[in-house]
């Protein structure tokens, strides 16, 4: 076992203060609460509070609810691309997939990543359904 390798936890922490600073860099947005759960070969990712003041003003606004879904979309494309760049440097895996979507009402935005392998950390064993524990 390689000492030198991350653990699970510490790659799931840097992947939430990595994407933390992205909403920041690119929206000028600070969101809530980011959870990061590797899961095999996936990740799961839960962006509370992630939309944006120009989204929640939209939003608030009579009438307005087809454009901040078209500023949402927008914006998710974005970000998506960016996340899957930032994923597959952190995790040193290749991206296969991403379901990325928001909830208005709530203001969340989740992410469920698919990845080519489960990457590599010290502690595979305490990432669930890791095929190495079967």
């Known amino acids: 076992m390689n000492q030198k390798l991350p653990t699970s936890g510490e790659v799931e922490r840097k992947l939430s203060q990595n994407i933390l600073k992205l909403y920041k860099q690119e929206l000028e ?3 809530g609460k980011i959870t990061c759960q590797l899961f095999d ?3 799961a990712v839960v962006i509370e509070n992630a939309l944006t003041a120009v989204e929640k003003t939209l939003a608030e606004a009579e009438d ?11 914006i998710n494309d ?3 691309f ?3 760049d930032l994923i597959e440097e ?9 379901l990325f979507d928001t ?4 203001g969340r935005t989740g992410a469920i990543v698919t990845l080519e392998n489960p990457p590599q950390v010290r502690n595979p064993e305490s990432i ?3 095929k190495i524990n079967n």
């Open 82 to 84: 960016k996340l899957k």
């Open 41 to 43: 070969n996936q990740l």
């Open 103 to 106: 909830t208005l009402e709530t």
């Open 90 to 98: 952190i995790l040193a895996v290749k991206v296969q997939d991403i």
């Open 29 to 31: 947005h600070l969101p």
């Open 78 to 80: 974005v970000i998506e």
């Open 128 to 130: 669930p359904k890791n």
């Open 64 to 74: 307005q609810g087809k454009t901040v879904e078209k500023l949402n979309l927008a």
